[in-house]
Every structure is written in structure tokens, then in C-alpha cells.
């Protein structure tokens, strides 16, 4: 013990000097975290405003968001969805701004990029000092978030940068920190102060989503070409924006190089596009156990978000093969047609959208008979973008079915019946 006790006291100066090392060398990256943060609160905060929207009838906020001096002293930068009321209906909404001092000015609207969810305003007096924009930096360096959350005002949320989301259509930037409501438009700077994204959606628990400042930098220069004027027609160019968006997309599916899974005795395209996921759907136990489904479920992730009620770029499509030997014929029909119900109502309202029309015909695929339904439904606003959704059910087997489904939201409908059309032709029966 009286060995041990002499090694311990022994070595004890030099472990106490170990841990003041390492206290002296932690302390400061904490702290310097923290004072980054207070520091850039103090630079920028007269840069950042609360972009709101007003009723003119009732003179109270509809909606919220955040918006930073950009490009001059005058302009703002903000998302799409924050002002999208105004967008939608400018002769019930105003557009306002508020400063951290509590001065309040008109806003008007220039341009728009909705792909982006952006949009850029200008105020009727000079707001302070543009921020610059900067590209994205390494993964893992710190970023701050500011904007204005819950209309409790300004506040910084620090979080980390973990990079583009490159597999999604947006390529937005996963941000390791809390947003909120309200936050939305504002921006998100690195170490230095510069823009490197802008605010737009949270998941939770920590899971956020920044617009690439790279799009910014895009409509700025767009914007420069024409002297930073209101952009006449921006609903038609919003139309054009979608158009060309949703068929560039449909476009790159169809030319895209498929693998095809197993599914039943069928094999067909699984991922259409690397923004495609897939999942197994499959169910046990169906019936009692008497009926084999085996299910795979695709989709995209994409919501071009164009109001509360509405939003496009949506793709989902599923394969569903249903087999029994312990069923006879008419039992698995029965069951089997109780699978196969078409619908065609989802959150969209008759304001947005005409009623679905439909034409169902029997069509020979991969060597099966197939009873083949296509819907398509106009949009009322946006001309030239149409829902669609195709069903298909096999009725050729008597103790075997597969069911296939697929809905897009504004497309252009002959290119979403080409690339069905291609899905179709890479269809293989496997007996």
C-alpha cells in the first residue's frame, strides 16, 4: 500500500498539470463558440428583419417569416412560402417589415425562384448593410442560423453543417439545428459572417434544412441583367419555372439507365432517379396467412411548395404481387378486386384543380393482360400542369395478381405517359 500510496502522490503534480493542459486547451474552443456567436449576433442583427403579411382587412399578421439585407441596402431576401399569400392574392395581402428596433415599412415583391423557395424584395427606404454570400464549407464546421422564431424575436441557433443533400431534387443543406417557425428566410452564416444558406424547414430533433446560397446568387444575377426591377408577369414566370422543372425531371427518368428487382414473377425499374427511394412494403400473414404480398413502395421527396393547400413535383409509384395455392379461384378474385379500387381524391381543393377524368382499357404487358386505368386532372392556375395517377391490374392468372400504381403531381402529361409508358416496356414476366 505505502508503494502504491508513493506512486500515486508521486505522480500527481504531473497528472494536475495534464489536466490544466487540457482545461486550458478546451476552455477556449468552448468559449470561442459562444463568443462567435454574440459577436455575429452584434454585426449582423441590423441586417435582419421580420418579413410579415398582412390582411388589409383585418390589419393583423396572416403570416410570418425572416428576410436579410442582400445585394443593396434596400433589398431583402426572405423564402417563397413566407410571402406566398401576397403572391397569391396582393389585393387582400401587404407585405411588411420589422426591424429589431421596432420601425415598420412597406415591402414590394421583385422576383421569385418557387423551385428554390426564394424571393426577393425591396423596401421603401435603405435597411442597413447587404450581407455577402460565401460558398458552403467543410462538413462539420459550425454555421448560425438567424431569424426571428415564433415572433419572439431575433435570436442565432448555432448547428453544423453536414452538407448537400445531392440526392434530392433541391439539394438543399442538412443543418444540424433547431429552426423554427418563423425563422423561415432567414440566413445562415459561417465563421466570417457570409451567407452560405437561407432558412427554409426543419424535420426536428435537431434535423434542419438550408437553401444552397448558390440559388440566391443565381436570381441576384438575374436580377442585376434588369436593374432590380419588378418582374412583370411573375405568375407566368412562376408557370415556366415549374414547366420546365417538372419536365427536366420526368425527362432525366426516362433517359436514365434502370435496374430492375424481382417483384412476384414480375421484375420491373425500381429506382427511376437517384432522388428516388425505395422500400419494401410487404404484409404477412394476409388473410390468415393464405395469400403471399410482396410490396415495394417508391418515392421522391420532393414539394414544390406553391400555398397552404398546394404543391407539386411529388412522385410515388408502387408494386404490389399477391399469390395463394390455398385459395380457390373466385376467393382470391374477390380478394384480389377488393385490392384493386382506384383513388383519386387527395388535400387538393376545387380551386386549385379540375375533377379527375379517367379511361381504363385492357392492355397486353410483358405478355399479361393487364386492366390499365389513366386519370389526369387540370391545374386551374398553373397552365400546362396536370395530376396524374395510373393503376394497373393483372387479370390474366387465376390465383395470381399484381397491382401497379403511380402518382405525380404537376407534370406535363404526355412526357408523365412517356416515361409510364417506358416503365411498361422494362416490365419482364419471369415464370
Known amino acids: 500500500m505505502i508503494g502504491i500510496g508513493n506512486y500515486y502522490y508521486s505522480q500527481l503534480p504531473r497528472l494536475c498539470c495534464l489536466l490544466l493542459i487540457l482545461g486550458f486547451l478546451w476552455q477556449p474552443v468552448s468559449v470561442q463558440a459562444v463568443d462567435r456567436s454574440s459577436s455575429l449576433y ?87 448593410k447587404p450581407l455577402k454570400t460565401a460558398a458552403l ?24 453543417n453536414n452538407g448537400l443533400l445531392t440526392e434530392s431534387e433541391d439539394k438543399n443543406i442538412l443543418f444540424s439545428g433547431n429552426l423554427n417557425s418563423g425563422m423561415s428566410g432567414g440566413p445562415a452564416l459561417n465563421e466570417h459572417g457570409a451567407v452560405v444558406g437561407v432558412n427554409v424547414a426543419t424535420a426536428g430533433n435537431a434535423v434542419s434544412f438550408l437553401v444552397a446560397s448558390e440559388y440566391l446568387n443565381d436570381l441576384l444575377a438575374q436580377l442585376r441583367l434588369t436593374d432590380f426591377k419588378p418582374r412583370p408577369n411573375l405568375h407566368e414566370s412562376i408557370v415556366r419555372q415549374l414547366n420546365f422543372s417538372t419536365t427536366e425531371m420526368l425527362q432525366r ?84 378486386e377488393a385490392q384493386n379500387m382506384d383513388e383519386t381524391d387527395n388535400k387538393t381543393t376545387k380551386e386549385n384543380v379540375s375533377a379527375f377524368k379517367c379511361s381504363t382499357n385492357f392492355l397486353a404487358i410483358a405478355n399479361q393482360t393487364f386492366k390499365m386505368t389513366i386519370c389526369r386532372r387540370g391545374y386551374i392556375r398553373y397552365q400546362g400542369l396536370s395530376d396524374v395517377l395510373v393503376t394497373g391490374a393483372m387479370v390474366s392468372q387465376k390465383r395470381q395478381g399484381f397491382l401497379f400504381e403511380l402518382f405525380i403531381t404537376g407534370v406535363d402529361f404526355k412526357e408523365s405517359i412517356s416515361l409510364v409508358k417506358k416503365m411498361f416496356e422494362n416490365f419482364q414476366w419471369q415464370n
Not at 431576401?77 to 415599412?105: C, F, K, R
Request: aromatic share 10%.
Open 253 to 336: 427518368m426516362r433517359s436514365n439507365p434502370w435496374k430492375l428487382v424481382s417483384v412476384g414473377n414480375f421484375k420491373v425499374p425500381s429506382r427511376l432517379d437517384k432522388t428516388i427511394n425505395c422500400w419494401d412494403g410487404s404484409e404477412s400473414n394476409e388473410d390468415h396467412g393464405l395469400v403471399n404480398v410482396i410490396s415495394v413502395n417508391c418515392s421522391n421527396e420532393r414539394e414544390i411548395y406553391l400555398d397552404d393547400k398546394l404543391s407539386v413535383g411529388n412522385m410515388q409509384y408502387q408494386y404490389t404481387w399477391y399469390d395463394s395455392d390455398k385459395m380457390i379461384p373466385p376467393r382470391f378474385y374477390r380478394m384480389y
Open 42 to 128: 452584434a454585426e449582423v442583427q441590423q441586417s435582419i428583419y421580420q418579413v410579415r403579411i398582412i390582411n388589409r382587412k383585418t390589419g393583423h399578421k396572416r403570416t410570418i417569416g425572416s428576410g436579410f439585407v442582400i445585394e443593396r441596402p434596400n433589398l431583402l431576401a426572405t423564402n417563397y412560402h413566407v410571402v406566398s399569400a401576397y403572391i397569391n392574392d396582393p389585393d387582400n395581402y401587404s407585405m411588411e417589415y420589422l426591424a429589431t428596433n421596432g420601425a415598420t415599412g412597406l415591402l414590394e415583391l421583385i422576383d421569385v425562384d418557387v423551385l428554390h423557395d426564394l424571393a426577393v424584395l425591396v423596401a421603401d427606404k435603405e435597411l442597413g
Open 137 to 160: 464549407p467543410e462538413k462539420g464546421a459550425t454555421l448560425y442560423a438567424f431569424g426571428n422564431p415564433l415572433g419572439l424575436g431575433f435570436s442565432v441557433v448555432t448547428g453544423t
